[in-house]
């Protein structure tokens, strides 16, 4: 298992490019079991879960061709031959359960595995099985399966009320309704730009959508969907990530393809914290106001709340922060696991349910730590990018399926970072 030695050696200047989101490449990937038709993804960024999700598609009759260094893909589901997504590649990746919606949709029938994925919580898949039998399709769940099957006729158009945000469940229920009879909507709908990415995408092959970005979203159904050539949206969390850099060292960073409007209350709490952040013609540029980060609370929430995909992240740069900051998490009921990893740095937090308080110390220093999932992975990184002295993240495969290059985007700000591969 590979693992990344780091010193920490004062601030970082220089430029970051950032990828196309894993999280949007992740749902737009599936939108191909839409149709006949190809499908080309531009701007893909290249990590394992996408290599993951190639690897499910292509176990189901897709053709992926991974072009121009895996920033293209080509994917063309013309012939469908499996409508089972095997439990073998579901359980290394939640966002498998994406591929429901749209084959349940198109071929009328769908054997999902129940998914895996990091462990951050119990995150089940109710609210993606509710809003897909509202649609009418039949469910069974049998041998850790979700066994689904589409009413003679195809999905019927349904109005469908969650009952608590989920990026996933609208999805999936967003990517199906495409393709059912009459109208869908979806109330209480995630607003992440991921959502938005993929009802373009999907309008580009002829779908019928309205309200995407809004808590409402309307779909006409189509009978068919056809081809279309789309850019995966710049991801977020990696500019978020890369913004943290700058802060937490010191130096000044510009984020290539950075945009505000990804990531509006972030910057706001960087602001907060004493980080600006301006926006340039390429991106965003961010470095450290005067004297040391100022202590802020965050609480995560759906967008356009605070990420919790940057909570861990956040909590590195607030170990370092003048005064007591209060983190509440409130996605995910288990998502702490890097602060026992981060106290082992010399940061001072104390955990009592779904609330971190964390006492800024005036240097970390460096340890050996372990990744224990991908966010938690890639905040040890940054802490040890500020620390004193030499730190090994270990368990780095956590890391590789959702930053491409992390080394490389680095070591060219000046970072003293290596892979120790084993
Ligand atoms: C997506 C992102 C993930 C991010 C999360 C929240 C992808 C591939 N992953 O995950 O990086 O952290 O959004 O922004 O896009 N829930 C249920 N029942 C369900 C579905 C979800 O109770 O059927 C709960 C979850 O346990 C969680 C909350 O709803 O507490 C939000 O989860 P959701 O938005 O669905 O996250 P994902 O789509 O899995």
Redesign the pocket.
Known sequence: MDSILIKGNGPLNGQIAIAGAK?AC??LMPATLLTDAPLTLTNAPRLSDIRTMTQLLQSLGAEVASLQGGQVLALSSHDLTSHRADYDIVRKM??SILVLGPMLARAGEAIVSLPGGCAI????????LKALEAMGAVLDLRDGYVHAKAPAGGLKGAVIDFP??????TENALMAATLAKGTTVLKNA?R?P?IVDLAQCLRRMGARIEGEGTETITIEGVTALGGATHAVVADRIELGTYMLVPAITGGEVECLGGRMDLVGAFAEKLDAAGVSVSETERGLKVSRKNGRIRAVDVVTE?FPGF???LQAQMMALLCTADGVSVLEER??ENRFMHAPELTRMGARIDVQGGTATVTGVEKLKGAPVMATDLRASVSLILAALAAEGETVVSRVYHLDRGYEKVEEKLSACGALIERIHG
């Open positions: 999280n992740l749902t939640r966002a919580g119990a995150r089940p898949v109710d609210l993606h608590l945000v989920s990026v996933g469940a995630a992440e991921e759906p990420p919790t995909d996605i995910f």
